[in-house]
């Protein structure tokens, strides 16, 4: 079945460093992928979405990447602040394209 | 002028009793979903409704009954509470036309079953 994997839980950076964050997916490959944050007590809010022939897609601070061979998609924020502080949530279409499904999500820290 | 609502926001009932849950979304999208976010915040699909009809139903217990009045509303009726349905439930939607399939959620309904 299809799956998609965020390898850390928690990750806790300093305020003005890049947070990088991993997504991992397996028995399929889709056609994009998608990245959504998560704040307590709220909605998962879109941030971006990359397809299989983008390299790179950034907005603002915001970068990811996605890479085909490693079945891998990387979130990055650079010059982090304490007000990134939330759950981001990877996710891709299942093979109908009738529904989405998650990772499990990497909650970030920043500290100041 | 919220795009996807719900209600109520915090739900708690005893064990046995049946409760539902209202969304509504003023997008104009043609899809909408429910999940449910467990305590270890993972987020899973159980309902799909495109223009009233039903497209997904994951394996949920069919105390569980979604119900889409018209292509704005879907909402979440459950049967016979029990303590695992605790839970956050997230109703979204998205539109058809587009090539992707980016949802827009509501602020979610926190069940707690006693």
């Known amino acids: 079945s299809q799956k998609i994997e965020q390898n850390s839980e928690a990750l806790n950076i300093q305020e003005g460093k890049t947070a990088t964050l991993t997504c991992n997916y397996t028995?399929?490959?889709?056609?994009?992928l998608q990245w959504y944050r998560q704040d307590p007590g709220r909605g998962p809010v879109f941030l971006l979405l990359i397809r299989e022939n983008e390299k790179e897609k950034r907005k603002e601070r915001l970068k990811v990447t996605f890479d085909t061979t490693l079945k891998q998609s990387l979130f990055h924020i650079t010059a982090s602040q304490p007000a990134d502080s939330a759950t981001y949530l990877c996710?891709?279409?299942?093979?109908?394209?009738?529904?989405?499904?998650f990772g499990k999500g990497t909650t970030l820290s920043v500290s100041s | 002028d919220t795009a996807v609502s719900q209600t109520p926001k915090y739900l708690v009932t005893q064990m046995g009793n049946d409760k539902s849950i209202k969304c509504e979304q003023n997008l104009g999208h043609d899809t909408m979903y429910w999940y449910k976010q467990d305590s270890k915040k993972f987020l899973k699909i159980m309902f799909s409704?495109?223009?009233?009809?039903?497209?997904i139903n994951e394996t949920v217990p069919n105390r569980f009954s979604p119900k889409s009045p018209d292509k704005a509303h879907l909402n979440l009726h459950i049967n016979s509470l029990e303590l695992g349905d605790s839970a956050v439930y997230f109703c979204?939607?998205?539109?058809?036309?587009?090539?992707?399939?980016?949802?827009?959620f509501g602020p979610g309904t926190r069940l707690t079953v006693l």
């Open positions: 996710a891709h279409s299942n093979q109908a394209g009738t529904a989405l499904i």
């Open positions: 028995n399929y490959s889709p056609a994009y």
């Open positions: 409704y495109n223009n009233k009809e039903l497209i």
């Open positions: 979204a939607s998205r539109h058809n036309g587009g090539s992707t399939d980016t949802q827009y």
